[in-house]
């Protein structure tokens, strides 16, 4: 998991907002490293790098004008996650209803119960193509939870459903996707290796 950096002592942020130039550096140190990956999270879960732009924009200015709120020591990588999922539901609040459809259901349970041949090799473009497919609550917490590396817990703030909920979609998301790529080894699976992911070049 990428390393999260912090700063060390209330006095930092509380002389940072004080001090323009002293908050600038701050933010800086501790949000700006993670710029890229909201900007793939987000690029992979709305289809389209200039949607994506936009909401990473908006999250970096809403975490901007909060930073004072922002505890040192705390994980800033997660806030900012947490603030891009709630502009996302902003603008798609359908993304994240509870429920789920009568006919979404059916559409998964067919899906779960058809193992398609295995390729002999897949391609990158293939995995992020049966990823795209997915329903986006169920992508969601595959990001977050396999990709991204945030736990059960952390996965569950971010976009304010249970434990159990996080779970369940973490559960039925690996389902789809080894559907759709066949029963393939983990080399192209969920859970991969970073230098092997090809969600995150």
């Known amino acids: 998991m990428v390393g999260t950096t912090t700063l060390k002592g209330s006095s930092v942020l509380e002389q940072a907002a004080t001090h323009p130039e002293m908050k600038t550096h701050a933010f800086e140190t501790v949000a700006l490293p993670h ?7 987000a690029t992979r879960l709305l289809g389209s790098q200039t949607e994506a732009e936009d909401i ?3 999250t970096y200015l809403s975490a901007w004008k909060s930073f004072s709120r922002f505890e040192p ?3 800033c990588r997660a806030w900012l996650f947490t603030i891009m999922f ?16 009568r006919d979404t259901d059916e559409v998964l349970d067919e899906a779960l ?4 041949p295995v390729p002999e090799e897949l391609t990158d473009e293939q995995v992020l193509f049966a990823l795209d497919a997915i329903p986006e609550q169920f992508r ?10 945030f736990s059960y817990k952390e996965v569950s703030k971010i976009l304010k459903v249970l434990v159990g909920t996080v779970m369940t979609r973490l559960s039925r998301g ?3 996707l080894r559907a759709a790529l066949g029963d393939q080894p983990h080399s192209y699976g969920i859970n991969m290796s970073r230098q092997e992911n090809p969600l995150r070049a």
């Open 35 to 41: 710029l890229n990956d909201l900007f793939r999270t």
């Open 56 to 58: 990473v924009q908006e």
């Open 73 to 75: 020591g705390t994980d």
């Open 86 to 101: 709630n502009a996302i539901r902003q603008h798609r609040r359908k993304w994240f209803d509870r429920k789920v459809s």
């Open 113 to 116: 119960a058809y193992t398609p």
């Open 140 to 149: 969601a917490v595959l990001l977050l939870a396999d990709i991204q590396e």
């Open 174 to 176: 690996r389902g789809l």
